[in-house]
């Protein structure tokens, strides 16, 4: 009898970690670079050459409450100057196909300011350099 009370407990245990887990698991992705499924599962900052880049959302109050994402089109890109884009890698996603990562092909410095993520085809999320060049 004593084996099965702390077989009991330890799959209580078990399963209330797991579900903790569950729990704080996509926000701990997100803050780490790795996208959710979905449309506004996107990251809240993205590693590229060595540094970091923040995102449009504030991350996780904005993901919580289904705030949508401010999409630039090619057309705004052009306009802005930044078209053409050069793909130079990809976001992991949990569950999911990852997401194409792009720059300015045209860099004017070594280091970007700015990296896209193409969400859905003709939405591309503007990314931040943090820190400053």
Same mark, same amino acid.
Request: with cysteine; hydrophobic share 40%.
């Given at each position: /009898?004593a084996i099965?009370?702390?077989?009991?407990?330890?799959?209580?245990?078990i399963?209330?970690?797991?579900?903790?887990?569950? /729990? +704080?698991?996509?926000?701990?992705l997100?803050?780490?670079?790795?996208?959710?499924?979905?449309?506004?599962g996107?990251?809240c900052?993205?590693?590229?050459?060595?540094?970091?880049?923040?995102?449009?959302?504030?991350?996780d109050?904005?993901? /919580?409450?289904?705030?949508?994402?401010?999409?630039?089109?090619q057309t705004?890109?052009?306009?802005?100057?930044w078209?053409?884009?050069?793909?130079?890698?990809?976001?992991?996603?949990l569950?999911?196909?990852?997401?194409p990562? +792009?720059?300015?092909?045209?860099?004017?410095?070594?280091?970007?300011?700015?990296? +896209?993520?193409?969400?859905?085809?003709?939405?591309?999320?503007?990314?931040?350099l943090?820190?400053?060049?």
């Amino acid at each position: /009898m004593a084996i099965n009370i702390t077989v009991l407990r330890f799959g209580a245990g078990i399963l209330a970690f797991s579900v903790v887990s569950a /729990m +704080f698991l996509p926000r701990v992705l997100r803050q780490h670079g790795y996208a959710l499924p979905g449309r506004n599962g996107i990251p809240c900052t993205i590693p590229y050459g060595q540094r970091s880049y923040v995102g449009p959302l504030e991350c996780d109050r904005d993901y /919580m409450y289904g705030k949508t994402l401010n999409c630039r089109s090619q057309t705004d890109l052009i306009n802005k100057g930044w078209w053409p884009l050069e793909r130079v890698g990809s976001i992991p996603t949990l569950l999911g196909a990852s997401r194409p990562m +792009f720059v300015e092909s045209r860099l004017k410095q070594d280091t970007p300011t700015a990296v +896209f993520m193409l969400v859905e085809p003709g939405c591309y999320v503007p990314y931040s350099l943090l820190g400053g060049p």
